[in-house]
C-alpha cells in the first residue's frame, strides 16, 4: 500500500505513485478550468454563437492544461520551503532531492509538450500562449518574483487566469478584436484579481513566517476582503452590460439581465460572508473557486445563444 501525504484535510497525494499520476495530482487540474473557461469564452465570443469547437480550439486546450500543469509544479517546487510551514504535504516538501528533480523534470517535459502545440495554431494565439508562459515563468522564478510583489502578484494572475486566455481563445477564431470583446476581457481580469486576492488566506502564515509581502499581508484582511467583493461586483456588472449590448431580442436581454444582476450581486455577498465565517480557511477558498466556475459557466452559455 503506498504511502499516503495529506496536503489539506480531504486531500492526499500517494508517494507510490508512477512520475505521470504524481504530476496529475501536484497539477491540480481541476484549477486549470479557470483559464479553460475564458478559451472558451474568448472562442465563442468570436463566434458570435455557438458552433462545433475546431481542432485548433481543442489542440489549445491541451495546451493550456499542460502548460497551467507545468507552471503549478515549479511553483510549488519554488515555494517549497513555505509550503512545508503551511503543513502542505506531498513529495515535493517531504521527498529527496532527487525526487524533487524527477518532479521538475516531468513538468519541463509538459512545458515543451505545450510550446510544440501551440507553434501548430495560428501565430496570433501563438503570440498569446508565449505571453502566458513569460509571465507564468516570472511569477515565482527569479529575478521577477512576481508572487512577493502584493500588485504585481494579483495583476499577474489576472492575466494569466483571465485577460490572456480569453485573446487565446479569441484568436483562434479571428486576429481582429472589436474594442468591446478587449473591455469584456479586462472585466473578467478585474474577476480574476478579485478571486486571487483571497488565495493567500490559506498560506498566510509560511507566507509571513518567510517575508513574503503578500496583498493580504501588507494591507490586511478587511481591506483585501472588501477590495475582492467590489472588483468582483464590477466584474460582473460590466460583463452583463457587455452581454445585454450584444444580445438579439429584448426578451433575451431582459430575462439574462435580471438572472445575470441578482446571481453576480449574490455570488458577491456570498464570497465575502463564506470567507469571513469559515476564518478564510482553505474550505472557504476552494468554496469559492466552485462557486467562480459556475458563474463563468453562465456567462459562457449567454454567448453561445448570442
Given at each position: 500500500m503506498p504511502i499516503v501525504l495529506e496536503v489539506h484535510p480531504g486531500r492526499s497525494v500517494p508517494l507510490g505513485l508512477p512520475l505521470v499520476e504524481q504530476l496529475f495530482l501536484l497539477s491540480r487540474p481541476a484549477n486549470a478550468l479557470l483559464p479553460l473557461l475564458l478559451l472558451t469564452a474568448g472562442f465563442y465570443a468570436a463566434l458570435g454563437g455557438f458552433e462545433q469547437p475546431s481542432l485548433d480550439f481543442y489542440n489549445l486546450c491541451i495546451s493550456a492544461f499542460l502548460l497551467h500543469a507545468a507552471f503549478t509544479v515549479f511553483n510549488d517546487v519554488a515555494d517549497r520551503t513555505i509550503d512545508a510551514d503551511n503543513n502542505v504535504r506531498t513529495i515535493i516538501t517531504l521527498g529527496t532531492?532527487?525526487?524533487?528533480?524527477?518532479?521538475?523534470?516531468?513538468?519541463?517535459?509538459?512545458?515543451?509538450?505545450?510550446?510544440?502545440?501551440?507553434?501548430?495554431?495560428?501565430?496570433?494565439?501563438?503570440?498569446?500562449?508565449?505571453?502566458?508562459?513569460?509571465?507564468?515563468?516570472?511569477?515565482?522564478?527569479?529575478?521577477?518574483?512576481?508572487?512577493?510583489?502584493?500588485?504585481?502578484?494579483?495583476?499577474?494572475?489576472?492575466?494569466?487566469?483571465?485577460?490572456?486566455?480569453?485573446?487565446?481563445?479569441?484568436?483562434?477564431?479571428?486576429?481582429?478584436?472589436?474594442?468591446?470583446?478587449?473591455?469584456?476581457?479586462?472585466?473578467?481580469?478585474?474577476?480574476?484579481?478579485?478571486?486571487?486576492?483571497?488565495?493567500?488566506?490559506?498560506?498566510?502564515?509560511?507566507?509571513?513566517?518567510?517575508?513574503?509581502?503578500?496583498?493580504?499581508?501588507?494591507?490586511?484582511?478587511?481591506?483585501?476582503?472588501?477590495?475582492?467583493?467590489?472588483?468582483?461586483?464590477?466584474?460582473?456588472?460590466?460583463?452583463?452590460?457587455?452581454?445585454?449590448?450584444?444580445?438579439?431580442?429584448?426578451?433575451?436581454?431582459?430575462v439574462v439581465v435580471v438572472a445575470a444582476l441578482v446571481v453576480g450581486v449574490a455570488y458577491s455577498l456570498l464570497r465575502q460572508r463564506t470567507m469571513m465565517a469559515e476564518l478564510a480557511t482553505w474550505r472557504s477558498v476552494d468554496a469559492v473557486v466552485k462557486q467562480q466556475i459556475i458563474i463563468d459557466g453562465m456567462f459562457i452559455v449567454w454567448l453561445m445563444l448570442l
Open positions: 532531492k532527487t525526487q524533487r528533480l524527477r518532479i521538475a523534470w516531468g513538468a519541463a517535459v509538459l512545458l515543451v509538450a505545450a510550446i510544440l502545440i501551440v507553434a501548430t495554431l495560428p501565430p496570433a494565439v501563438t503570440i498569446v500562449v508565449l505571453c502566458m508562459t513569460v509571465v507564468a515563468f516570472g511569477y515565482n522564478q527569479r529575478p521577477l518574483q512576481f508572487s512577493r510583489r502584493p500588485l504585481a502578484s494579483i495583476i499577474s494572475l489576472g492575466l494569466l487566469y483571465g485577460f490572456l486566455p480569453f485573446f487565446a481563445g479569441y484568436f483562434v477564431v479571428s486576429p481582429q478584436v472589436p474594442y468591446e470583446w478587449v473591455a469584456f476581457a479586462s472585466l473578467w481580469m478585474v474577476g480574476r484579481i478579485s478571486l486571487s486576492l483571497l488565495k493567500d488566506f490559506k498560506d498566510e502564515d509560511g507566507d509571513a513566517r518567510h517575508g513574503k509581502q503578500t496583498f493580504l499581508l501588507r494591507y490586511g484582511h478587511g481591506a483585501t476582503l472588501h477590495l475582492s467583493t467590489w472588483l468582483c461586483a464590477i466584474s460582473y456588472v460590466g460583463i452583463t452590460a457587455i452581454l445585454v449590448l450584444q444580445a438579439r431580442t429584448l426578451l433575451l436581454m431582459v
